[in-house]
């Protein structure tokens, strides 16, 4: 899945793409959208791993894209800027926290944008669909576009009343329908405050909290200059900075999450690996994840949770204490499931 960094122009969108990436932004890159593949660590896959000491451990990765920003006022460039946002499956969407703007206020101008932007694709879409029903004769082409037409108006309505197209709270095969129009607002999101040292130990404001339960913040640009360090020198600064951690790792879990992506371990002597899936996934469809092969052939899938694992520390354990569990294809798959695929081939 494709995360796209998004936010207005000069929040720090580079920096934290460098800061989470490893890869420093190319400027001949930039107006296409540069992408990095940055590992998810997993303190859990790496206790699997001590337990194994397997030839390899396989973390899963996730792949960011590093879109240029959304100008406030000079706005000619920003439907092609929207438009490399629309192609990610998810959003994590920088707010510039190291230049004394008021960050609430960011968030709600950038939210409009995504807004506005969705709301003038769906109203083409209406007019459009209403110049066909004047031309279409087939019944059953007629109903499609009746059945799109009322989704779209439902959509148009949360738009226009300041709420996002995921208000419309759309079934599985309503999503489906109005797919292929990539809607900003329809899309997950993580609300990253880029902050400043002098903001360090500090809550986020209550008023953002309110817009974005689950926004987070970190100094990217601090965090990264004190990887270049010395241990020993590092720590000295962050005990200056009354830094305690250092959050690219779960900053990187927060966006994995946010994005409604969970995993699942399998284990063995060759090799521990997170596979990452949509959460809701079935045993069967995270099979798929591995071969295609499982997935077609799947019988019966080995499941521990990742707490009774951690705890038995091997299958055969497990099962001696009840908690190894043999389930079917239709079971939905809980992050940190160990699971081992039993199939026919
Ligand atoms: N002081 C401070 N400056 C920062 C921080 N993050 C970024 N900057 C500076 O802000 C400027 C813009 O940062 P970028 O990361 O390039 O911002 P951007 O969002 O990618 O900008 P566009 O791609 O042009 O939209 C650069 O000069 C950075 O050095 C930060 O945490 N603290
Ligand atoms: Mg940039």
Not at 52 to 76: I, Q, V
Not at 93 to 121: H, K, P, Q, S, Y
Not at 153 to 161: I, M
Not at 255 to 271: C, K, L, R, S, Y
């Amino acid at each position: 899945m494709k995360i796209g960094i998004a936010g207005f122009s000069s929040s720090g969108k580079s920096t934290v793409f460098h800061w989470l990436t490893g890869d420093a932004p190319d400027p001949s890159r930039s107006q296409a959208g540069q992408i990095g593949n940055p590992l998810v660590p997993d303190p859990r896959l790496d206790f699997l791993s001590t337990l194994f000491s397997p030839k390899k451990t396989t973390h899963a990765r996730m792949e960011l894209l590093d879109t240029p920003g959304l100008h406030p006022t000079e706005r000619r460039d920003n439907p092609r800027r929207l438009a490399m946002m629309r192609d990610a499956g998810g959003l994590m969407i920088v707010l510039n926290g190291f230049a004394g703007g008021n960050w609430t206020d960011e968030l709600r101008r950038f939210r409009e944008e995504m807004l506005f932007a969705d709301l003038e694709i769906v109203m083409n879409r209406l007019d459009k669909l209403k110049d066909q029903a004047k031309k279409t004769k087939a019944a059953k082409l007629r109903e499609l576009d009746e059945i799109e037409s009322a989704l779209l108006q439902r959509v148009a309505g949360c738009l226009e009343k300041g709420e996002s197209a995921a208000a419309a709270h759309l079934k599985p095969d309503e999503e489906k329908t109005i797919r292929s129009f990539q809607l900003l607002t329809l899309k997950p999101e993580l609300i990253f405050v880029n902050i400043a040292e002098d903001r360090i130990g500090k809550p986020l404001p209550e008023d953002l909290l309110k817009l974005a339960p689950t926004a987070m913040q970190a100094p990217a640009k601090l965090e990264m200059e004190l990887a270049e360090l010395s241990d020993a020198d590092r720590e000295m600064f962050m005990q200056e900075l009354n830094l305690k951690d250092l959050s690219k790792g779960e900053t990187l879990r927060n966006i994995f999450h946010a994005m409604n992506q969970i995993v699942f371990f399998t284990v063995g002597e060759d090799e521990c690996r997170a596979w990452p899936i949509p959460k809701g996934s079935t045993a069967q469809q995270g099979a798929g994840h591995i071969h295609t092969d499982l997935e077609r052939g799947f019988v019966r899938a080995e499941v521990v949770s990742y707490p009774d694992f951690q705890k038995h520390r091997s299958m055969k354990e497990a099962k001696l204490h009840g908690v190894y569990r043999l389930e079917s294809k239709t079971y939905i798959v809980q992050d940190g499931d160990i699971m081992h695929i039993l199939a026919s081939t």
